[in-house]
């Protein structure tokens, strides 16, 4: 059996922080097998509250005080089905015990979350999870820039871009934009973007995506987007 093997959430474990004997008999009980498995003692004295301070502050109509830590947003998660290190429920934690460090080791995880909102739907206290981790990757973006993958910085430029300019988004354009500030805009001439790019002047998406307006009062939306990166 692999190292570990029954422990819950195995891929938030390392290693070295797992202890198993072939034979183990306590207080006269042989405990040997399944039960042998245990974890090294963590002791953790540094305490750093910026995350806290920072995601608590940010947080509109939401607060991360009400998790109890149940996990059901980890559970119901889109990205956490395909990528284990990603866990909603392990950095709230992390948040709250003032663990920034662990975050900070894994903020090229934490951007990934795709915005689907599963997380805050399954949530039974009431807390918009989704927001949560918008806030937290936020807090990283600031914090440790370095430590991203160049997508996520690419991800945010033009999304901020396209809000700027047109005050709509639409993921066709979206898309296209990510690719170039990338510098990867020969996808674009993929079969895969030429199959969708067909399909959607067929069904007369395409158009539309072309044709979208900007939002009413548009200039006044501007200014205050304006403001807010100033
Ligand atoms: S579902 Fe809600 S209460 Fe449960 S761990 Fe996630 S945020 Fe916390
Ligand atoms: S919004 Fe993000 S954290 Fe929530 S379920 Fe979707 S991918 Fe996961």
Redesign the pocket.
């Known amino acids: 059996m692999a190292k570990g093997a029954g422990i819950v959430e195995r891929s938030l474990v390392s290693d070295d922080q797992i202890m198993e004997f072939d034979n183990l008999v306590m207080d006269g009980i042989d405990i040997s097998g399944r039960w042998n498995t245990m974890l090294k003692s963590r002791v953790h004295g540094e305490r750093d509250w910026q995350a806290w301070d920072e995601v608590r502050q940010n947080l509109v109509g939401t607060s991360i005080d009400n998790c109890i830590q149940c996990g059901l ?1 980890t559970a ?5 089905h395909e990528v284990p290190e ?1 866990n ?1 429920r392990q950095f709230i934690y992390w948040v709250k015990i003032g663990r920034t460090e662990e975050l900070k080791k894994n903020a090229d995880v934490v951007w ?9 739907h399954h949530c039974p206290k009431g807390v918009n ?2 927001e949560v ?1 918008e806030v937290i990757g936020q807090w990283l973006r600031k914090t440790v820039p370095n430590r991203m993958d160049p997508a996520y910085h690419a991800n945010h430029r033009s999304y901020r871009h396209r809000l700027q300019t047109g005050g709509r988004l639409s993921l066709p354009v979206l898309q296209a934009e990510f690719l170039r500030e990338l510098g990867r805009q020969r996808e674009l001439m993929g079969p895969e973007f030429k199959k969708v790019a067909i399909k959607m002047l067929r069904d007369g998406r395409a158009i539309k995506t072309l044709m979208i307006g900007r939002p009413r009062h548009w200039s006044k939306n501007r200014k205050v987007l304006s403001e807010m990166e100033g």
């Not at 119901?76 to 956490?80: L, P, S």
């Open positions: 947003c119901g998660c889109t990205v956490g990603f909603p990934r979350c795709v915005g689907c909102y599963n997380c805050t999870t989704a981790i």
